[in-house]
């Protein structure tokens, strides 16, 4: 596999672990608030290491909000998902 294709695979599992971590987040059977074990639980395709990489980068973009221990989908995804503007 050429450095190209090995970035690029990279970009893709990011954004992979981006959506599974935003579909978990915004699940209806599951209160609001995550603790990061029970998303890396349901995320177990993909490291913690990998998880926590993904969290700060979607904290960053204002997706989720970290608390701690604590993930929830931010008022912004929230609304966008009740606008049904995020498939699940």
Do not use: K, Y
């Not at 893709?12 to 608030?33: K, N, S, T």
């Not at 993904?54 to 912004?76: P, Y």
């Amino acid at each position: 596999m050429t450095d190209e294709q090995q970035e690029q695979r990279g970009w893709m599992d990011e954004e992979q672990v981006e959506r599974a971590i935003v579909l978990q987040v915004l699940r209806d059977d599951h209160p609001e608030r995550w603790t990061r074990a029970d998303l890396e639980a349901e995320v177990f395709d993909f490291a913690p290491v990998i998880v926590n990489e993904a969290l700060v980068r979607l904290e960053a973009e204002g997706v989720v909000i970290l608390d701690g221990e604590n993930v929830e989908a931010s008022r912004c995804a929230c609304r966008m998902d009740a606008l049904e503007l995020v498939s699940i």
